[in-house]
């Protein structure tokens, strides 16, 4: 998940699913078992927010009255099991067109 430091609100990889949980949205993209699917969370400010997956937009929220303020990445392991090859973190957005490139398998 991609977090604060109260874990709220929140955004999420499950083994099945991406998407925005706590009491940050609901949205979500179901994603390909047993396959390598690249992924990117974009905050593009605060209150919006976009999933990308294997090259395209998948999945977007807006949440009007609760601001995220991501600083954390934490990783579990009690949805079973991942094959993470690479995490990156970067300090500002990326563009559409670069997320999309970033995901392209």
Do not use: C, H
Request: net charge neutral; proline share 3%; glycine share 8%.
């Amino acid at each position: 998940s991609l977090t604060d430091a109260d874990e709220q609100p929140r955004t999420y990889l499950y083994n099945t699913t991406a998407g925005w949980a706590g009491s940050w949205g609901g949205s979500s993209y179901n994603l390909p078992l047993r396959s390598n699917t690249k992924v990117a969370w974009r905050l593009n400010d605060s209150r919006n927010g976009n999933i990308f997956a294997d090259g395209a937009l998948r999945a977007t929220i807006s949440n009007q009255s609760v601001d995220m303020t991501a600083d954390r990445i934490i990783i579990r392991g009690q949805q079973g099991v991942w094959r993470l090859k690479q995490i990156i973190l970067f300090p500002t957005a990326l563009t559409d067109q670069e997320v999309i490139d970033l995901t392209t398998i």
